[in-house]
C-alpha cells in the first residue's frame, strides 16, 4: 500500500489535474488505513482502505469504461468479504488491486 501511494501522482499526470481532489481524498484514506493498521486497528484499516478504494474505482471510467467497471467490482467484492470478516479474502483482494495497480506486494 505504501508504495500506491507514492505513486498516485502519476495518476495525477495521467489524469489531468481536475483529478486532483479525488487523489488527494485517496492518499489521506489509504495514510488513515496505514496508521490504523499500525495501532492495530485493523477494522477501521479496512473501512479507510475501502473508502479510498471507492474513490479511486470511480476515476477507472477516465481511463476506460472496462477498466472502471473492473475497479468497481473489485472494490464491491473486497467491501463484502470485509463485512463477512472475510480477512483472507480481504487480502486476496489487495493483492488483485495492487497486483492491477502495477504495484503488487513485495514477498518476504
Known amino acids: 500500500m505504501e508504495s ?3 505513486r498516485l501522482g502519476e495518476l495525477r499526470t495521467v489524469l489531468g489535474e481536475e483529478v486532483a481532489p479525488v487523489l488527494e481524498k485517496v492518499r489521506a484514506e489509504l495514510l488513515g488505513a496505514l496508521a490504523a493498521r499500525d495501532r492495530g486497528d485493523l477494522p477501521e ?5 475501502a473508502t479510498a478504494m471507492a474513490a479511486l474505482a470511480t476515476l477507472g471510467d ?3 469504461a472496462g477498466e472502471g467497471a473492473l475497479m468497481r467490482a473489485m472494490t464491491a467484492e473486497f467491501i463484502r ?3 463477512r470478516g472475510d480477512t483472507d479474502e480481504m487480502e486476496r483482494g489487495i493483492d488483485r488491486i495492487q497486483a492491477r495497480a502495477g ?5 518476504p
Request: glycine share 10%; net charge positive; charged share 25%.
Open 4 to 6: 500506491f501511494v507514492g
Open 45 to 49: 484499516a479496512g473501512v479507510r482502505l
Open 62 to 64: 477516465r481511463l476506460d
Open 81 to 83: 468479504s470485509m463485512a
Open 103 to 107: 504495484t503488487p506486494k513485495q514477498k
